[in-house]
Each structure stands twice: as structure tokens, then as C-alpha cells.
């Protein structure tokens, strides 16, 4: 059983050694070997590797990978002629030299980030104090970022390198802060109102216009259609009295027949009308010579 015993605890003293002497650097990351505080090593290929156990040497690990920094403060900045924009921005960039980092930035990507974060608001903040805003928003826009990006390269490989890579900077937003936002809209706003009541004006006496040109060729249509009609109606009677007249000329007993006959209809056309007549008057002739009674009734 001792010697049983004896195996096991030392085979867990050498998986503990192994522990502490193995460790494996991934591909997205580089291993900084230390050894007393000191950098000892850098691997930069991934796999399997040796080192001394704690606390003769430790070792940690770098992000290698393309990182993304964005804007997180809306701290307004002032344009070529004072006015105040708020910006958004993002930055790409890598840990090319970990040495150098850990040396000169910190221990991890967060302290290169705080860094990085001042030294690219402060680009962006002088120059975007020497351009417009129709600069900001335009094509030249292009060249702001390439001034930005040329400025931070110049910061961080200066004197004391970071050891980092600035690969891409670019302005994702500009715009003016909230208050001046607010006033732009409603400048907008009452713009877009006036435009809109001038044309509503517009078209309003446009309608009257067209309205009482429209009731001026009525007029003149109905003038025009009632003069034809009556013009019509004349030459339709004058040829009516022509043809009453020829045929009156060939039999005047019958012309006095027909007139006698209109006189009634236009007598006798109610009722309720009275009329008291002498029989032996010339207005009942017709009705005489129609072998009618002699005495004609009365209404």
C-alpha cells in the first residue's frame, strides 16, 4: 500500500510540475515569458512550450488579432468657422511588438486602448479645428481621416514606439450638438412650412383663376348656344308662318275653322273657368256651321 501510495503522489507531483512548466500560445495571441519581472521571451507561433515553474518564470498572454476601438464620449469639438460638432469615430489596430507595448503602453490591450482613444481625439480635435463643416460631410472627408491616421502613426512610433500598428481610421457620424440640432430642425421645419403655405397660396388663386375662367366660357357658351337656339326658334316659326300663310291662301274657310278651333282650346282650357257668351255671337260660328245646337253651353 506505501508503495502504492508513493506512485500516485508522484505522479501527481510531476502532473503538477508539468502544469506549471507546459502551456500552450494560441494563434490569435502572443506568450510573454517572464522571468523575476522581467520579459524573458516572446513567442509568436502557436503550440506547445516550456518554462521554468512559478515563480522563477510566468507567462501571459497578448491579443495578436485586428482590434476595433470606437468613440465613447460625445464631448463636442469646434469647426474652422466655430461651430460645434459632435463626432463618431473608429480606429483598427494591432499589437505588432509586444516587448514594446508591455514597455512603454501596459500589461494588456485595455491600457493600449485609453491611450490610443486620447492621442486620436486630440488628432481629430486639431484638425478638425483648421476645416468645415462642408469639409466634415463632403469628399474631403477622405483626407481628414488620412491626416488623423498620419498623426496617430507619428505618435506612436515616435520616440518611445508602442509597438502597435495603426491600420484604418474613419468617421462613422458627424453632427452638430443637440442644441444647435434642435434650432437647425426647426429652422428646417418653418422653412418647410413657408414653402408650404406659398404653394398652397399658389395653388389657391391658381384654382380661382381657373374656376372663373371656367364660369366665363360657361357664359359665353350658354350666351352663345341661347343666341343659336333663338336664332333657330325665328327662322323655325318664320318658315312655320310661311307655310301657315300658303296653306291659309289656298282655303280661307279652313284658316277661319283652325283659328276659331285655337280660340277655344285657349278658352276652355280649365274647368273651373266661367264664361258667359251671346249663342248668336261670331265666336261659336264654327261650332254652327259644324251642325252644332244652337245653344252653346256655358262654363
Same mark, same amino acid.
Request: net charge positive; charged share 25%; hydrophobic share 40%.
Given at each position: ?18 502544469? *506549471? ?8 495571441q502572443f506568450g510573454v515569458v ?199 326658334k325665328g327662322e323655325g316659326d ?21 283659328? *276659331? ?5 285657349? *278658352? ?12 248668336? *255671337? ?18
Open positions: 500500500m506505501n508503495r502504492i501510495g508513493f506512485i500516485a503522489t508522484s505522479i501527481l507531483v510531476l502532473l503538477v510540475l508539468a502544469s *506549471s512548466t507546459l502551456f500552450v500560445v494560441d494563434q490569435r517572464y522571468a523575476l519581472g522581467q520579459i524573458k521571451q516572446v513567442i509568436t507561433e502557436p503550440g506547445l512550450n516550456f518554462k521554468l515553474p512559478p515563480p522563477f518564470q510566468n507567462v501571459s498572454y497578448i491579443d495578436k488579432r485586428l482590434l476595433t476601438l470606437s468613440s465613447v464620449d460625445t464631448e463636442p469639438m469646434l469647426t474652422a468657422e466655430k461651430q460645434r460638432v459632435v463626432i463618431d469615430w473608429y480606429v483598427r489596430w494591432r499589437i505588432s511588438d509586444p516587448q514594446a507595448y508591455i514597455r512603454n503602453v501596459g500589461l494588456d490591450e485595455n491600457a493600449g486602448a485609453m491611450q490610443l482613444n486620447r492621442v486620436v481625439r486630440n488628432a481629430f480635435q486639431e484638425n478638425i479645428n483648421k476645416r468645415t463643416v462642408r469639409d466634415l460631410i463632403s469628399v474631403r472627408r477622405e483626407a481628414l481621416m488620412a491626416d488623423v491616421q498620419r498623426e496617430v502613426l507619428s505618435v506612436v512610433k515616435g520616440a518611445k514606439p508602442w509597438g502597435v500598428d495603426v491600420v484604418d481610421v474613419r468617421i462613422t457620424r458627424v453632427d452638430y450638438v443637440e442644441a444647435i440640432t434642435e434650432s437647425v430642425y426647426r429652422r428646417m421645419e418653418a422653412e418647410r412650412k413657408r414653402v408650404a403655405n406659398e404653394l398652397r397660396s399658389t395653388g389657391t388663386a391658381e384654382g380661382e383663376k381657373i374656376r372663373a375662367d371656367a364660369d366665363r366660357q360657361r357664359e359665353v357658351i350658354v350666351a352663345n348656344a341661347y343666341r343659336d337656339a333663338q336664332k333657330i318664320a318658315q312655320a308662318a310661311a307655310a301657315y300663310s300658303e296653306a291659309f291662301g289656298r282655303d280661307p274657310q279652313f284658316a277661319q275653322f283652325y283659328r *276659331s278651333l285655337e280660340a277655344y282650346k285657349q *278658352s276652355f282650357n280649365k274647368k273651373s273657368d266661367v264664361m258667359v257668351l251671346d249663342p248668336s *255671337s261670331d265666336f261659336f260660328r264654327a261650332m254652327h256651321g259644324s251642325g252644332s245646337t244652337t245653344n252653346a253651353p256655358r262654363r
